[in-house]
Each structure stands twice: as C-alpha cells, then as structure tokens.
C-alpha cells in the first residue's frame, strides 16, 4: 500500500519539478534553437521536441544542476538527428581553416553602433563560430558546459570562441566604417581585408 | 606578462575560465598598462551590446501562444503517463487480492478510489497550471476538428448522434439553423457522433467561403473539475484555428474555425442561449455571456 501510494506521489512530483525546474528555460531554448534553425516554425518545433524529450527523461535530471544546461544538451542531440536524417554532416575543418587564415585585427566597438548592427555583425560570423559564441558569451554557458551540449573537445570550443570573436570584432569594425568611424584599428583591419580579397 | 599574452586569454579572463594565479597575472599587467585595460573595457563591452542586442530582439522572444500550447501538450503527456500508472495499480492490486482479505480491502478500496477519480487526478500533476485542464479539453477538441473535419482521419468510426446519447439527437436541427443567422453562405456537412483521444464529441460541421467550423460538445462527466460556466478563447498557431468555448452545467461546447476569430465568437454565441436551453433546460447562459463582454 505504501509503496503504491509513494509511486503515485512520485509521479505527481515529477510533472510539478518539470514545470518548476524546466519550463522557465523555454524563452532560452527558443533562442538558442533559433541560432540553430534559423527559422521560427523550425525553431518552434525543436524546441517541442526537446520539451517532450526533457520531460520523458527528466527522472534522469539531477536536481541542483544547471538545468538550462541539461536542456540544451538535449536540444543539440534532437538538433544533430534531424540534421543526420536530412543530410549528410559535411566536414567543417577545411571552412575552420580558410576562416582561420582571414581572421581580421581586433577593433573596438563604437558607440554609434546600433543593435541591428550588433545582430547583423553576429550574422556574418560563420556558424561554427557563432553558435559557440553566442551560447558562452550571451547565454552564459562555460567553457565545459559548451564542450558537453556539442559534444566537442574544450580545446575545440577555446579555439572557437576566440576566432568567432575575431571575426565578430572585425565585422563590428566594418559598421564603424560606415558611420565614418576609421579608427586606427578599423583601417588595419581594412588593410587585412583588402589584402585578403586581392590574394 | 606581456600585451601579446594579456591579448590571448583576455577573453578567457572575462569568462572566468582562468586559473586562480594567471587571473592574478592578468591583474598584476591590468595594473600597469593602460592599452590592455582599454582593450579589455571595449570587449568587455562587445559581450554587453551583444548580449543586450540579442536579448531583446524581437525575432529571438518565445510566442506566448506557442509557449502556452507546449505546457499543454507537456501537460496531456504528464497525464498519459499517470493513466499508465493507473493500470499499472490495478494489476498489482489483483496480486494484493490473493495475498489476503485484509490486502483487498485496502487495495481495493484505494483502487476504486484512483477509478473514480479519473481524469481529475491530472489536476494533482501540475497544480501550478491548473488552468490547463479546461485548455486539455480543448485540445482534444481541435485535434477532433483537425482529423475529423479536416483530414478525415480519425483512428475510431463515427456514430450518430442520437446512439452518442439522447441529448444529442436532433443536434443538428438546433446548431444549423442558429449559425444559419450569422452564417448564412455556409453549409452544412454532416452531423455525428466521434471520438479523439478516448473523449467522445458531438459533431457538427458546416464549410461556406472555403473555411470549415465545427461545433463539439462533450460530456463533462469525466472533466469534473472543468464545470463551471467559463467562456473561453484560445487560438491555436499549427494550423492556425480559433476556438471559443463555453460550459453549461453538464456540457462542454466548442467552435473551432479557421474564420477569423470575431467571426467565430459570434457564432458560439449565436449557439450559446439555444443549446444552453436544450442541454441544461435553462437560459441562465446568456447572462454570463452578455457579462463577459
């Protein structure tokens, strides 16, 4: 009788600690997967798919961890099986290599610099660049968190992270140029990719 | 250290990724040069702009509708596995059965406790959003219209309304002619009685102008918890349907449409006062309407 009553109770539990301890995180997760989507519907139903895996394996949730962590875990596998099922992953080194070799000098970000030029700089930035970017340095995951959500080396995410920087810089460098801000950074920075475009 | 490290695992140093004594050498070069804490003011505002910038755009924030039908369906998935629970209680109360008298009587009469209780034990599941179980009704209901009236493919066969329960029959004669008012280049399609997800509907459906209504009514005997004359409007994102609903003292009634959604408000309250009257044998319906308005 007790053991039946403790599984009823444990049940109820259950769905009470995923609507305290998960649902609060769906506004993030919805961010995160539109980083990875691209696409509102898309993005919308990654984050479904997640939800309902979170809740299926939430007995798993360890209580006291970073749970925003654990979701996205979980929304990065569902993300990584529907791009195995839609398409064959393509290597990335190669693009991680010529990105590499055109990274620009840092520069310094004016305050004429508006928000849609912030967004429109971090769109330039490729995309194995920006997703960590953007999940270190705007949802605030460490470096150790990131390397277990993408399953991927730390070294793999520092090396990153510090060329997605660059490459963020450089472009936020490009808008500065455009308020006819040319600072000293921004011309070097110029110089680089004029170099670059007549090689 | 010098500016060409400090420029390296400056970055590093901001994610406080560093170990304690290099974050104190980062410090001690902070201290003595000023272009390295410039370098470090201006990336540290990057992070800010662009944390602030993606914040607050618009394209990045969570649909309140979309949020609000995931806690649904997280809900209802909450639900089918309490009801596996359930089961599962009652097998190991047949076990209890033969163990003793004493056992049985327990165990049965926690049993037929849980049985009784049916669908209101959800409400226990998520007691934060008990609002949920009128809007889990409502679901059943638009995924009834979505496969019934629309895609013509629901899993159990249809029946008519008069074996649907004595209430219903004749349904039709009062929903058709009432929408028939506000609703005049529509037409009526068919009238039965269906089941969705093990609740049983009152169907009626009318189509005019290229779009599709439909009028559910269900038995709130096992909802309950959900009486009470609530009048409700939801708008469901995939597919994009409105639906507005009201409780009479024993019946749930929905219109679903893809009209637009004054459209179809109008014609749950063109139904509201004559189907009040049939189900309940009362027009007490219409001043809670006029009240919400």
């Not at chain 1, 004016?110 to 999940?135: K, M, N």
């Not at chain 2, 009062?174 to 005049?184: D, E, K």
């Amino acid at each position: 009788m007790f053991e039946l009553l403790k599984r009823k109770s444990s049940d109820d539990r259950l769905g009470e600690d995923f609507e305290t301890e998960a649902m609060p995180f769906a506004p993030d997760l919805f961010r995160i997967a539109m980083y990875l989507k691209r696409n509102k519907d898309a993005a919308e139903d990654l984050v479904q798919e997640t939800m309902m895996q979170a809740l299926k394996s939430f007995h798993r949730y360890k209580m006291g961890t970073n749970c925003k962590a654990w979701l996205t875990t979980i929304m990065y596998n569902t993300h990584y099986k529907q791009l195995r099922k839609q398409t064959n992953l393509q290597l990335v080194a190669d693009t991680e290599e010529k990105i590499a070799q055109t990274i620009p000098f840092e520069a310094p970000i004016p305050q004429q610099i508006t928000d849609e030029d912030v967004l429109s700089a971090l769109e330039e930035v490729p995309e194995i660049f920006r997703e960590i970017v953007v999940l270190c340095d705007v949802e605030g995951f460490s470096y150790k968190e990131i390397s277990s959500i993408m399953d991927v080396p730390i070294g793999t995410v520092m090396s990153r992270l510090h060329r997605g920087r660059k490459v963020l810089r450089g472009q936020l460098s490009v808008y500065a140029r455009n308020y006819g801000i040319d600072g000293e950074e921004t011309k070097k920075y110029n110089e680089v990719k004029k170099g670059g475009n007549s090689k | 250290m010098n500016c060409r490290d400090f420029r390296e695992i400056i970055d590093s140093y901001l994610s406080d990724e560093l170990l304690t004594e290099t974050n104190h050498s980062v410090l001690r070069h902070l201290e003595e040069c000023g272009n390295c804490r410039g370098e470090i003011e201006a990336r540290r505002e990057i992070r800010g702009r662009l944390k602030a910038a993606v914040m607050s755009a618009p394209h990045y924030q969570l649909d309140e509708q979309f949020a609000s039908n995931l806690r649904m369906m997280l809900t209802r998935s909450v639900r089918r596995s309490n009801a596996k629970t359930s089961s599962w209680i009652s097998r190991r109360s047949w076990v209890a059965v033969a163990a003793g008298l004493l056992v049985v009587f327990a165990i049965g009469f926690f049993v037929v406790n849980r049985v009784s209780v049916g669908r209101n034990q959800v409400a226990s599941v998520t007691p934060s959003i008990s609002s949920l179980q009128r809007n889990d009704l409502v679901n059943i209901a638009l995924g009834d219209h979505e496969h019934c009236a629309i895609r013509h493919d629901l899993k159990d066969p249809t029946f008519s309304l008069e074996k649907a329960s004595a209430k219903y029959k004749d349904l039709d004669k009062i929903v058709v002619p009432s929408l028939g008012r506000i609703l005049s280049k529509y037409q009526f399609v068919m009238a039965h009685g269906c089941t969705y997800e093990d609740t049983h509907f009152a169907h009626v459906v009318l189509k005019g102008e290229g779009k599709t209504l439909s009028v559910l009514i269900a038995d709130l005997k096992d909802f309950g918890d959900m009486k009470g004359e609530d009048i409700l409007k939801f708008t469901s994102t995939k597919p994009k349907y409105h639906v507005a609903k009201f409780n009479t003292k024993t019946h749930a009634i929905f219109v679903i449409s893809d009209m637009d959604e004054n459209k179809n408000f109008e014609a749950l309250k063109a139904l509201s006062v004559p189907l009040k009257k049939h189900l309940d044998g009362s027009d007490q319906f219409q001043t809670a309407l006029l009240s919400f308005y």
